[in-house]
């Protein structure tokens, strides 16, 4: 039996692989890479387009104890490296160290453990950036009834400085209104007063015509101009020749009195 005893340590179990590799062509070569070790000759890698890397079963680190039946398990590197080299087909055995399950178990685990730590960061994250796009959907949601309430405010102040310009237009409106109604009422007492000293004057006036007597009992309107009397007429029924020297008498007081 091969000489393996002296690199396991304690607790350790010793597992062989037999491989059956064809023989070397041009276009599949072996692929085996080969390094000396402390206690025997290892595989240092295989090459995956090779005819023993397609076989899926060597890996760099396996000891070679066997080839075609011959136990090199402790050959000299030169006369392993010469025989797995050979390019007829051949029969090789490699051992390795089996992995302990116990090990094994408690590494999965462990591993599974960390990623079980890591989901639960992952979630953590997640639920603190979910806090920090509610509190800034709820900040958003303030403001945008503070620009709701703004808006409405400028409306309000908008219509109500709107409402105060009509209203000074209609105070000022109102003003004008009322500037001319005094206006108007001292035009009508003016001229009231002016009709008054007229028919003062006419009364207090001389008459040295013979038809004074009838310019005395002719009656005099006030607001009655000269143009709207009619013409005064004799016994007879025909108008009086001395009633155009009254009608410039009293045109003559209106142009005095109404300048």
Do not use: W
Request: charged share 25%; proline share 4%; glycine share 6%.
């Amino acid at each position: 039996m091969y000489n393996l005893c002296n690199v396991l340590k304690p607790g350790e179990t010793l597992e062989l692989v037999s491989v059956d590799l064809p023989a070397i062509t041009q276009q599949v070569p072996r692929g085996i890479y080969l390094k000396e070790g402390q206690h025997g000759v290892y595989i240092d890698k295989v090459d995956v387009n090779s005819s023993a890397g397609k076989t899926h079963r060597l890996a760099g680190g396996d000891r070679v104890v066997e080839v075609n039946l011959n136990d090199v398990s402790n050959g000299s590197f030169e006369a392993v490296s010469k025989d797995v080299d050979s390019p007829r087909a051949m029969q090789l055995v490699v051992a390795r160290v089996a992995p302990d399950v116990r090990v094994e178990s408690k590494l999965r685990a462990e591993a599974l453990k960390d990623q079980i730590k890591g989901l639960v960061m992952d979630l953590d994250k997640t639920a603190k950036h979910c806090q920090e796009l509610q509190v800034e959907a709820a900040d958003l949601k303030d403001e945008l009834a503070n620009v709701k309430a703004k808006q409405k405010s400028e409306i309000s102040s908008l219509s109500n400085q709107k409402k105060d310009e009509e209203l000074q237009n209609l105070k000022a409106l109102l003003a004008q209104k009322e500037q001319y109604l005094k206006t108007l009422e001292t035009t009508v007492r003016s001229k009231n007063e002016l009709l008054v000293t007229m028919e003062m004057d006419h009364h207090r006036t001389p008459r040295s015509t013979p038809n004074s007597s009838l310019h005395q009992n002719t009656s005099f309107s006030p607001g009655l101009s000269s143009t709207t009397r009619e013409p005064r007429t004799s016994s007879s029924g025909k108008p009086n020749g001395n009633s155009s020297k009254d009608e410039s008498t009293v045109s003559e007081l209106v142009n005095r009195y109404g300048n």
